[in-house]
């Protein structure tokens, strides 16, 4: 394959402008570029690759789909274009595990080849049925250019792998009959009911409220329309890829979707296309008249929780029976354009899988990692009862962290000079914008540079700002990327959410930072807030990466404890 010509990567960086002129971000959705879908490109920069996030070879990736566990294999499906490095020709990719962090690719599972589905196989979710067996519901998109939903079938249970999947004749199972055909998409994970009727909800709009219908069915076949949603929310816009599911009141343990008992809570999740950002509120499940009910804890709009305050979208949950576990898994897409006539010839990952469970609280979710990332640590930096004054930063040495796991916890003693939070604050991303890691505050800015050169003309500040409200203090988490690269990029933005800490009492806070060449993972307070960012570093790659810790308050700070891992390469989908 030669090199693209000048004309094709001007269009190329025209498209990424598009996206970001259309909303603030790099938005891709269901968006045909057909000059490009199909172009085929090496990968020539190899080195911004991430190394253990899911990935595959080559090509674009979205959505995850369909994630579940079937006799001793995790599959995960997502959204591919076989074609090219830009949104189009998708199918539903299909690769498998027994770990979620080594990953095999088969063929892909689901591709347009029916009339209901022709010109599109878009996202959708798996359920399992009584007697262990999977089924799919997906997003088809017909000759007319309608949103359909319909089913597929594993062609041969025996085949430990699922590899092939049929696609009935009766599809479609739910046609938009009295809704918006064109925003129609992205059913969930089915659940039974006690009157042994299956139940799924479907992302839509009405005008510009948000909606996520409710079907039921006693076979999986014939689906009827409820006469109420389960839910919905207004001046939202278009819902994507809703989920729901039941969370234990208490303990990290998941529960299968279909599960039910008193004291249960439930929590509902949307990805706003208008935003392009996950929302979720927890609350209650009123089986009776088969209505979702927030708590009213959280705002039940674009002012709510996320699961990620960065570059995170189109997330979706599965019950992992063999460890009795929900997990999360997210997209995190590119925020990148193609410079000097190259390209990465890729576009897109799956943030690590995160167990969830819900905040002792009861207000919101909690996310970690999963366990098994810690198979790859190997090499590791230990720092412990480090003083870090007032302007002052050190580097952690002895490890390469271009791909790194990062735990640290900071005590900080003193909040007397915490600044005075203003109540306007109410947009934690722009408030960190305001004050950024360059502001020295009072109570930090203080925490992690990463993927920092030597000199640090290149770094990306993962950190926390304490401020003194009337009658509590207000813990800020952020991301600030605007110098993590020498080259200029189309979408940098800081981003930040709020943790729900007593950092008075506590007097700590902890930070858990994944670190993967062109993507950084961050939680804090043990996952309370967690936020995922894409950089570009030109200068810190590979070996030239480095670490710091900063204090840019005008409190001393102190790391009461740093662990810090270089993580070695998984399989990954034959990469």
């Not at 609350?283 to 709009?301: C, F, I, K, M």
Request: charged content about 20%; hydrophobic content about 35%; proline content about 6%.
């Amino acid at each position: 394959m030669g090199t693209p010509t000048r004309g094709v990567w001007t269009a190329w960086i025209l498209v990424v402008v598009l996206f970001t002129a259309r909303n603030g971000t790099v938005d891709a959705s269901h968006v045909v570029y057909s000059h490009l879908q199909s172009l085929h490109v090496p990968v020539v920069n190899s080195s911004l690759k991430t190394g253990y996030h899911f990935q595959p070879p080559r090509n674009w990736m979205n959505d995850p789909n369909g994630p579940m566990y079937y006799n001793g294999i995790y599959h995960l499906f997502y959204q591919y274009n076989p074609k090219g490095a830009v949104w189009g020709n998708i199918v539903w990719a299909h690769s498998i595990s027994t770990d979620m962090i080594n990953w095999i690719p088969l063929e892909p599972a689901i591709y347009p080849s029916k009339p209901f589905d022709i010109n599109g196989t878009w996202s959708g979710s798996a359920t399992i049925h009584p007697g262990n067996k999977p089924a799919i519901m997906y997003t088809g998109i017909d000759g007319a250019g309608r949103q359909l939903q319909n089913v597929a079938f594993p062609k041969d249970l025996s085949d430990p792998y699922l590899r092939e999947w049929t696609k009935p004749d009766y599809n479609p199972v739910i046609f938009p009959s009295g809704v918006n055909a064109s925003a129609f998409r992205d059913p969930t994970t089915a659940w039974l009911g006690p009157d042994g009727h299956w139940r799924v909800t479907v992302g839509s709009k009405r005008s510009k409220r948000g909606m996520a219908y409710l079907y039921r069915s006693r076979d999986f076949v014939r689906w009827t329309k409820a006469k109420h949603p389960l839910h919905s929310s207004k001046d939202t816009g278009m819902w994507e890829c809703p989920d729901f599911f039941p969370v234990a009141p208490a303990g990290k343990l998941g529960l299968d979707t279909s599960a039910r008992g008193k004291g249960l809570k439930y929590v509902f999740k949307v990805s706003l296309d208008l935003t392009r950002f996950d929302y979720y509120t927890v609350g209650r499940y009123d089986l009776a008249r088969d209505r979702y009910v927030p708590d009213n804890t959280s705002p039940d709009n674009n002012t709510g929780l996320r699961f990620d305050y960065g570059n995170f979208y189109a997330s979706k949950t599965f019950f992992d029976p063999a460890k009795q576990r929900r997990i999360l898994w997210g997209w995190s897409n590119e925020s990148d354009i193609a410079q000097n006539e190259t390209t990465k010839g890729w576009a897109g990952i799956q943030a690590i899988p995160r167990i969830l469970w819900l905040d002792s609280n009861q207000r919101q979710v909690v996310q970690w990692p999963i366990e098994e990332l810690e198979s790859l640590r190997t090499k590791q930096a230990y720092i412990h009862d480090k003083l870090v004054k007032s302007g002052h930063y050190f580097e952690v040495k002895g490890i390469q962290t271009s791909q790194a796991d990062v735990e640290v916890t900071f005590d900080v003693s003193s909040l007397e000079k915490a600044e005075s939070f203003n109540h306007t604050w109410t947009d934690p991303q722009k408030l960190c914008g305001l004050k950024d890691a360059e502001v020295r505050g009072g109570v930090g800015p203080f925490g992690l540079l990463v993927l920092a050169s030597a000199k640090m003309e290149e770094k990306t500040a993962v950190f926390f700002r304490v401020f003194k409200a009337q009658n509590k203090h207000v813990v800020l988490m952020c991301h600030d990327p605007k110098r993590s690269s020498l080259v200029p990029r189309v979408y940098e933005p800081t981003f930040a959410g709020f943790v729900d800490i007593d950092i008075a009492n506590t007097k700590r806070i902890s930070l858990r930072s994944l670190i993967d060449n062109s993507v950084v993972e961050s939680f804090g307070a043990g996952g309370k807030t967690c936020i995922t960012s894409r950089v570009y570093p030109t200068l810190a790659v590979g070996p030239d990466a480095h670490l710091f810790v900063f204090n840019n308050g005008l409190e001393d700070i102190k790391v009461s404890e740093l662990k810090a891992w270089e993580i070695r390469r998984p399989l990954m989908n034959g990469d």
